[in-house]
């Protein structure tokens, strides 16, 4: 039964794993090594694995980077939904969303918008970090370059807003 539901997941997730696996290998090439990537589905003890990719990095703290690279889809997302002017933006105001837009949209409902929902939907799956990736980004952070990474973006900022 495990395997059924596996199968399904994969077939329905597999654009969005792609990307998410994407992510993090575009980054590790940027930031590091990537020695593999793989979206081949498996199961390893409880859980489901969709994708993986394998990298090294210099300084441990680039893992971090790496690890968090697919919330950049939930960036891409969120750009697309403000140019379809889904969500409005207004200068130092909160966001405002525009169901009326929405509402519009569900009654003139057509086949072609279950691609869009679907891809939508991608995108989220896309963004989605594993367990893994948090723990790895979390070790990254904490590690020693990490934690002179976040003090020196700390001494930034307080500089910044002292001598400015």
């Known amino acids: 039964m495990a395997r059924i539901r ?3 997941k994969f077939i329905f997730f597999f654009a969005g794993t792609f990307l998410h696996e994407l992510a993090h290998y575009l ?3 940027l930031l ?3 020695e593999g990537f793989s979206v081949l589905p498996g199961i390893e003890g409880d859980r489901f694995v ?3 990719v394998k990298a090294r990095a210099r300084y441990k703290v680039l893992t971090s980077f790496i690890a968090t690279a697919p ?3 939930w960036t891409v997302l969120l750009l697309l939904m403000v140019h379809f002017r889904l969500i409005i933006m207004r200068g130092g105001r909160i966001p405002k969303v525009d169901f009326s837009l929405l ?3 569900v009654r003139s409902f057509s086949s072609k918008d279950i691609f869009f929902i679907w891809l939508f939907l991608q995108m989220l799956w896309a963004g989605k970090l594993s367990v893994t990736d948090i723990k790895n980004a979390a070790r990254g952070f904490l590690s020693v370059s990490g934690i002179v990474f976040i003090a020196a ?3 930034l900022v307080y500089f910044s807003k002292t001598f400015l």
Do not use: E, M, Q
């Open 103 to 105: 509402l519009r949209k």
């Open 32 to 34: 590091g090594k990537a």
């Open 71 to 73: 919330l950049i889809w």
């Open 50 to 52: 969709f994708g993986s």
């Open 6 to 8: 596996l199968a399904i």
């Open 27 to 29: 980054f590790a090439l």
């Open 153 to 155: 973006i700390a001494a």
